[in-house]
């Protein structure tokens, strides 16, 4: 493709609505560091190859000037250059294909060599019994066995049907492309999209696998009332408060991750990271 930048050692992180995206918690990711680094458009894929409009449908919205705005479903890359920081970020934003699955995936990881990315990042989000008052699971997993040691990864132990997350992470492991998969655990109780504490929890593990502070902006806040809004509603119903209970329970008699070394070096790591980048 003519005209593409140089970017700097790039990492690529991707994230798809969809199938992928329980809460909408990996789509509302990507979507909080476009904004927060003030990511700009790169290309877009041509939606006529990827997406059934009878799926999803192309939205008419009116802005504030009274015109009438078309905008179809797609996939969006953009770029980000991060201050003081030595590598660019290749974004990848978008909706799960209906159709064409290896083609969309060619074109996505082919972009990538032409920008000559270095990592792929794909975040994702899938429904759990975990409780919605408990620190939010993340899983890392990756089937490069350096990034396992040096990144604190898990090899994927899944087996089942996959999204287009899989297929990705799949296909970078036949092109020898270093990715890791980040999923995190939403409440299977509150399903009801935005989950803004599993988003908080997918940009603090990005935080920790780059090494950059990431801006949090309103998300801290909005983790609380989300918190706050479903412990209300377990309340007024006394099988889902008993369900929370038992989920509380299991959950705290069993090792917490949050609660090892290795999760408290990396906090701490992380508040250093805030307070520098305050000065």
């Given at each position: 493709?003519?005209?593409?930048?140089?970017?700097?050692?790039?990492?690529?992180?991707?994230?798809?609505?969809?199938?992928?995206?329980?809460?909408?918690?990996?789509?509302?990711?990507?979507?909080?560091?476009?904004?927060i680094w003030d990511a700009?458009?790169?290309?877009?894929?041509?939606?006529?190859?990827?997406?059934?409009?009878?799926?999803?449908?192309?939205?008419?919205?009116?802005?504030?000037?009274?015109?009438?705005?078309?905008?179809?479903?797609?996939?969006?890359?953009?770029?980000?250059?991060?201050?003081?920081?030595?590598?660019?970020?290749?974004?990848?934003?978008?909706?799960?294909?209906?159709?064409?699955?290896?083609?969309?995936?060619?074109?996505?990881?082919?972009?990538?060599?032409?920008?000559?990315?270095?990592?792929?990042?794909?975040?994702?989000?899938?429904?759990?019994?975990?409780?919605?008052?408990?620190?939010?699971?993340?899983?890392?997993?990756?089937?490069?066995?350096?990034?396992?040691?040096?990144?604190?990864?898990?090899?994927?132990?899944?087996?089942?049907?996959?999204?287009?997350?899989?297929?990705?992470?799949?296909?970078?492991?036949?092109?020898?492309?270093?990715?890791?998969?980040?999923?995190?655990?939403?409440?299977?109780?509150?399903?009801?999209?935005?989950?803004?504490?599993?988003?908080?929890?997918?940009?603090?593990?990005?935080?920790?696998?780059?090494?950059?502070?990431?801006?949090?902006?309103?998300?801290?806040?909005?983790?609380?009332?989300?918190?706050?809004?479903?412990?209300?509603?377990?309340?007024?119903?006394?099988?889902?408060?008993?369900?929370?209970?038992?989920?509380?329970?299991?959950?705290?008699?069993?090792?917490?991750?949050?609660?090892?070394?290795?999760?408290?070096?990396r906090e701490f790591e992380?508040?250093?990271?805030?307070?520098?980048?305050?000065?």
């Open positions: 493709m003519d005209g593409l930048p140089e970017l700097v050692d790039p990492v690529l992180i991707a994230a798809f609505e969809g199938w992928n995206d329980a809460g909408e918690a990996a789509s509302g990711a990507i979507a909080h560091l476009r904004d700009q458009p790169l290309v877009d894929l041509d939606s006529e190859e990827y997406y059934d409009y009878q799926v999803n449908r192309p939205n008419i919205a009116i802005s504030v000037d009274g015109t009438r705005q078309l905008t179809w479903p797609s996939t969006r890359v953009y770029i980000a250059r991060i201050p003081l920081y030595p590598r660019d970020i290749v974004l990848v934003q978008g909706i799960e294909p209906n159709m064409k699955w290896q083609q969309f995936v060619r074109e996505i990881l082919g972009l990538a060599a032409e920008l000559d990315v270095r990592m792929v990042i794909t975040l994702g989000a899938l429904l759990s019994d975990t409780p919605h008052t408990r620190p939010v699971p993340i899983i890392g997993t990756t089937t490069d066995l350096a990034l396992i040691a040096s990144m604190d990864l898990e090899t994927p132990q899944y087996e089942g049907p996959t999204g287009i997350v899989g297929v990705i992470q799949d296909a970078c492991g036949q092109f020898g492309i270093p990715a890791i998969s980040l999923w995190a655990s939403v409440p299977h109780y509150v399903a009801q999209p935005p989950c803004p504490k599993a988003t908080l929890a997918l940009i603090r593990r990005v935080e920790d696998l780059l090494d950059v502070p990431v801006p949090l902006a309103d998300l801290v806040e909005e983790s609380r009332a989300w918190e706050t809004g479903v412990d209300e509603l377990a309340l007024e119903d006394d099988e889902v408060a008993d369900y929370v209970h038992q989920l509380e329970e299991a959950r705290d008699t069993a090792d917490l991750p949050e609660a090892s070394g290795e999760a408290i070096a992380r508040y250093l990271r805030r307070r520098a980048d305050d000065t």
